[in-house]
């Protein structure tokens, strides 16, 4: 939002010594940021007046002509297409390197063969108005060779405000709005808004009255006042009010829709001005299903019952609130005007706002909540003006004011202890007090210590409700730079020790420094085409139901898709890979996380999952993620522990049916480790063979503080003999199956471990030889030589039948 | 026998003029000189031969043997010298080359913070990502239809309730923990709670529609603003180094009042002004205030008892201006030529 400086001197004398900047930073450190400065000369530079000296044909164009420009210093030739052109006009000259408000930089130039240094320029092009029918001429207070600024008296300084902060004070998108707290800030004097208006005006009596208007919800429209204006005449706007508006980016159209232009961005509050030829009455109305209007922007618009129109008593006439009709617009014809000066909900505004992805100057308005009072004095304030303009202005129907809803005058104790509690420090009590009324609040002592706290009416729809807002009023104009930091005292105790997070962060850091594997934060969102070629089906994905175009919109149940597009973008930079991610998946089933506090319903099952992904060209990938896995659950739980791989019937489309493993430790069913299959490997184009474990968090994190800590095991006192036995069997036969059976076959067995796994010419093609290290130890002897052959010659025996396998020598 | 140990002597001479390493003379060595060496064979063999013949035999077969022995020496030394001169080492050479892993740098940010504040006395806390509208909201002092919600562009997720209505979101904030820790510990309450939030907005340099944030708050009985002026300054040294300035300014934020903006001074330029502090010499990094009373009421605090403080940082921006990093979509962005710098 943009506001002129020179406007707000016009209700806060702001004295010689404040500069503009000291305005911008006590505005930003009090109120609200302003986030920029713009001199408004500084739009014009380079930018002078010339006086046309000769106009001769172009040679070799007939709509163009070339033009002597006497702009004092020196006289430019310039070619101009302008059919009103002529010789003795004073016309605004852009010199070469001026830039217009358009972004248009001038450059020497050759047009048509014929040289060109510079541009006469157009109302349009100087973003001034918008004729572009010919160059603009400028009268005889024209000085040659001085700057186009200074013509148009362009010494303003426009303040940008940080608009999109200020969702909580309508007050103050407004220049009178910013000059209140600006008087409040530097402690000047802000002229009452009410001594700018004459009221004193005849409207006729009801009975007389052209004009009759209906609400038919009184919850819809607070308050509409309207009046009919005949005798009229529709013009440009003076320059006092064209200034104005050009001073703060807006491009002036005709008289009486600047003017309303001009009141609301005075005093906030929006007007609107229909043609009134034939308009007699004013319906405020929800408007009917498929009912439609075309919009002031030419756009037809399709409403609904959640919409709030104007009507006429039969068809719309204007969006209530966001933009007239097309039908009811002023045009050049007009000679009478209702205009419209209402308050409308806020929240329905609001809704149709957003619905029709229509913003306008006064929606913005509306939907942050307006004082009702606003209306009346933003009437008056027009015809006022009005009368300014169009002096032969007469008023043709009575002041209709529909007001349903009377403020009652809100008021809130403050306590000056609880304050200086609040703030932690004292503040004086005179301070506090001229800080408030210096916002317009009004104060009512009840004791010494105790304040009756008015709310002004523009601070009152939803802004101020509680004694804390009074009480970031007084912080904030008294300045927080004032307050001494202080830290808190309080009773030491000992924080709750958020466990997952340490066992996140532990993960995290052995994934990276022990495994190598970087660590990647992926999107929660995932995309259709990318999961139709994992084969993945996500019938049963939640969605989000606005996504951003063109962004992925499915909630990702799993890490392993963008993990897998991780090693795509990353492929060709070495030749292995790995990553990891622990991230947050989500189901469509219902949690245990309740919705809210009276709630019932719960929210969507989320979890936590670690992903890993290794990728190149290794062929005992495999293994090596499954080491991985293995040693990572021993490093969290303890060295004691045996991961086990299990055969898996559940295999998600990019899993290689072959290679695929459910991980188990100490009976829990933790994740599962599988090779991306070829299939889901040609339609990604991963160029190394792929493989992922997914592990659930949650559930580790469960297992793990379940367990007690590990006791020591007391060092075996007795020697350990070991001894190395390979079996030769079918290939089928699984090295769980025949390990399980090794480690329960005799207590005396401690440690079972595979060494070697054969396969070739050396034993049948369907066999394999599995080695194993077997570790025998008895806690209270020395085994001896005859009491391991017994049990080594049981077990092979064993083995052997069990499985039909053969010792192998 | 004689001929024998001839034999050995002469091959064994034969063998060593040959010899051009300490490899071969090893060799040679454990042929002919060791325990079950050649001239091993032949005294330990000694034992069976005629007592006459014995003494002779013996005598020339020391006689041998210790040629032998010194010869063998005499090669030893100057090959031990000669290799000396050969296995010169480059000790410049590089270590052996390893892969690293590396952590995001959102990660190592984070950790800062939440190493900083437990160091205070607060717990971490967390909570679902996917939020309810009444938790990430209404609870949070912004009721439908409250303006502020315009302000954070929300995701909805399409799963409506039993009341035939969207009310679930993708959190666009991380404050709807805040409520949730007050409900579930009550006060005095100190915690610090980093997260992911999401706001449906288009990206570009500038701008994630996937961001981390974290964000602390204190409840006590006597909280004040003081108080928190003072926690965040700290902060701010923590962070950006001991001579580092608060500056504060209003800012609404529905769940905090008085609700500010606390700007730190530029550590890039020490607050002279540059490049990245727009040359204003001051950073905006922190959002802040007092907990606004409805929201202690959402978590189940009397606010006419306790009082709270509440502030946050987004990690993306700490980040960013931590290491310099110019792009925000870098961070889930999936490059391991950005993460590796890490």
């Not at chain 1, 308050?343 to 957003?354: E, V, Y």
């Not at chain 1, 022990?514 to 049963?540: P, R, T």
């Not at chain 2, 990093?325 to 490059?335: A, M, V």
Request: glycine residues 6%; proline residues 3%.
């Amino acid at each position: 939002m943009y506001i002129s400086l020179n406007w707000l001197k016009e209700f806060v004398k702001i004295p010689q010594k404040i500069s503009v900047n000291e305005i911008a930073v006590g505005l930003t450190q009090h109120t609200v940021e302003v986030e920029g400065l713009a001199h408004q000369a500084d739009k014009f530079k380079n930018i002078v007046v010339g006086r046309v000296l000769e106009v001769n044909k172009h040679p070799n164009a007939d709509r163009l002509r070339v033009a002597m420009v006497d702009i004092k210093k020196n006289k430019l030739k310039i070619v101009c297409g302008a059919p009103n052109l002529a010789e003795g006009q004073l016309v605004p000259v852009a010199l070469v390197g001026a830039i217009l408000p358009g972004g248009l930089e001038i450059k020497e130039s050759e047009i048509r063969g014929e040289k060109s240094s510079g541009m006469i320029c157009a109302e349009d092009e100087l973003g001034i108005g918008k004729g572009h029918e010919g160059i603009l001429v400028l009268n005889n207070n024209a000085v040659v060779g001085g700057a186009f600024s200074k013509y148009l008296k362009a010494s303003d300084v426009i303040l940008e405000i940080d608009n999109k902060s200020l969702s909580n004070r309508p007050d103050l998108l407004s220049h009178y709005g910013i000059a209140r707290e600006i008087g409040a800030i530097f402690d000047l004097t802000v002229k009452p808004y009410e001594k700018l208006l004459n009221k004193k005006i005849e409207f006729l009596n009801s009975k007389d009255s052209e004009l009759e208007v209906k609400i038919e919800d009184k919850e819809d429209c607070a308050r509409y006042m309207a009046v009919k204006i005949s005798g009229l005449e529709v013009k440009e706007s003076p320059d006092w009010l064209k200034e104005k508006l050009i001073a703060i980016n807006q491009k002036p159209i005709n008289n009486l829709v600047d003017l309303t232009n001009y009141v609301m961005f005075e005093c906030g509050q929006p007007l609107h001005a229909f043609s009134a030829d034939g308009l007699k009455k004013i319906v405020v109305r929800r408007a009917q299903k498929n009912e439609s209007l075309e919009t002031l922007d030419e756009k037809e618009r399709v409403l609904d019952e959640s919409d709030l129109v104007i009507s006429d008593g039969q068809s719309p006439i204007a969006l209530a609130g966001i933009m007239g009709g097309k039908n009811s617009g002023i045009n050049e014809a007009t000679k009478s005007i209702v205009l419209e000066s209402a308050n409308f909900k806020a929240t329905l505004i609001r809704k149709t706002s957003q619905k029709l992805g229509l913003r306008s100057e006064a929606s913005a308005r509306f939907e942050k909540s307006l004082d009702q009072s606003l209306t009346e004095s933003a009437l008056f304030r027009y015809i006022n003006l009005l009368s300014k303009i169009c002096p032969a202005l007469k008023i043709s129907s009575s002041l209709i004011d529909v007001q349903q809803v009377v403020l009652s005058d809100k008021s809130i104790v403050l306590d000056l202890d609880w304050l200086d509690k609040k703030i932690g420090q004292e503040i004086p009590k005179e301070e506090s007090i001229k800080i408030l009324k210096s916002l317009g609040f009004k104060i009512e002592e009840q004791t010494a210590r105790q304040l009756a706290v008015m709310i002004p009416s523009w601070r009152a729809t939803k802004d101020i409700t509680a004694r804390e807002d009074l009480a970031e009023e007084v912080l904030r104009i008294y300045g927080y730079d004032k307050i001494i930091s202080r830290m808190p005292s309080e009773t030491l105790s000992l924080p709750e020790i958020n466990q997952e997070r340490m066992l996140e962060r532990k993960i995290k850091n052995i994934l990276s420094l022990k495994y190598c594997l970087s660590e990647m934060y992926n999107y929660s969102f995932v995309g259709e085409e990318q999961l139709k070629k994992l084969n993945i089906d996500f019938s049963n994905y939640l969605k989000l139901v606005n996504p951003l175009s063109g962004i992925q919109n499915i909630l990702r149940q799993s890490l392993v898709p963008h993990l897998i597009s991780n090693i795509k973008t990353n492929q060709a930079k070495s030749e292995k890979i790995g990553f990891f991610e622990i991230g947050d998946v989500f189901f469509g089933a219902p949690g245990s996380i309740k919705k809210g506090v009276n709630n019932e319903e719960t929210l969507p099952y989320q979890e936590k999952k670690i992903g890993l992904i290794l990728a190149s060209e290794e062929t005992d990938l495999f293994i090596q993620l499954k080491g991985i896995v293995d040693n990572l659950l021993k490093n969290l739980i303890n060295y004691e522990i045996q991961t086990e791989f299990l055969l898996s019937n559940d295999f998600p489309g990019w899993a290689d049916k072959n290679q695929i493993v459910k991980i188990r430790v100490l009976n829990k069913e933790l994740g599962t480790i599988a090779v991306v299959n070829g299939e889901a490997s040609n339609n990604i184009s991963l160029k190394k063979k792929v493989v992922i474990a997914e592990i659930n968090f949650n559930a580790l994190a469960e297992l793990i503080f379940s367990l007690t800590v590990t006791r020591f095991r007391e060092i075996e006192k007795y020697p350990a003999v070991v001894r190395d036995l390979a079996f030769v069997l079918n290939e089928k036969i699984l090295y769980n199956e025949i390990r399980n059976e090794i480690v329960k076959f005799n207590p005396l067995i401690r440690s079972v471990e595979l060494f070697d796994i054969y396969v070739g010419s050396q034993i049948n093609d369907n066999e394999k030889s599995l080695a194993f290290h077997l570790s025998l130890q008895a806690e209270d002897r020395t085994l001896t030589a005859s009491e391991v052959e017994i049990i080594i010659t049981a077990l092979i025996k064993h083995i052997s039948e069990r499985f039909e396998a053969r010792i192998r020598n | 026998m004689k001929n024998k140990i001839e034999e050995i002597r002469t091959e064994f001479l034969k063998q060593l003029a040959k010899i051009k390493n300490s490899e071969q003379l090893r060799d040679l060595e454990l042929r002919y000189l060791s325990r079950k060496g050649e001239l091993s064979d032949i005294m330990h063999n000694l034992k069976d031969v005629e007592a006459s013949l014995r003494k002779e035999l013996g005598e020339l077969a020391n006689t041998a043997k210790q040629e032998m022995q010194s010869k063998f020496k005499e090669l030893q030394v100057v090959l031990e010298k000669h290799n000396k001169k050969n296995e010169f080492i480059d000790v410049t050479l590089p270590g052996e080359k390893f892969i690293n892993g590396h952590l995001n740098p959102i990660t190592l940010v984070q950790n800062e913070l939440e190493d900083i504040f437990s160091s205070l006395g607060f717990m971490i806390g967390d909570g679902p990502e996917l939020e309810s509208d009444y938790y990430n909201f209404t609870a949070l002092n912004m009721p439908p239809q409250h303006p502020a919600r315009d302000m954070q562009d929300t995701f909805y997720v399409d799963l409506k309730n039993k009341d035939n209505q969207y009310d679930l979101v993708m959190r666009t904030q991380t404050s709807p923990v805040q409520v949730r820790l007050m409900q579930k510990y009550g006060a005095p309450l100190k915690a610090l709670i980093p997260g992911r939030c999401f706001r449906n907005e288009a990206t570009d340099a500038r701008h994630e529609h996937t961001f981390y944030q974290v964000e602390g708050i204190m409840v006590a009985k006597e909280i004040n603003f003081a108080n928190l002026k003072s926690l965040l300054e700290l902060v701010g040294q923590k962070l950006f180094g001991p001579n580092t300035k608060l500056r504060m300014r209003p800012k609404l934020f529905p769940f905090v009042e008085p609700g500010n903006n606390g700007e730190y001074t530029c550590f890039l330029c020490q607050g002279k002004g540059c490049r990245v502090c727009k040359y204003t010499g001051w950073l905006e990094i922190v959002g802040a205030g007092l907990i606004h009373p409805d929201v202690l009421r959402s978590g189940g605090i009397d606010p006419e008892v306790y009082s709270g403080l509440a502030f946050g940082f987004g990690l993306n921006r700490l980040a960013m201006l931590k290491y310099g990093i110019n792009d925000i979509r870098l961070f889930n962005g999936g490059d391991l030529n950005f993460l590796e710098q890490f």
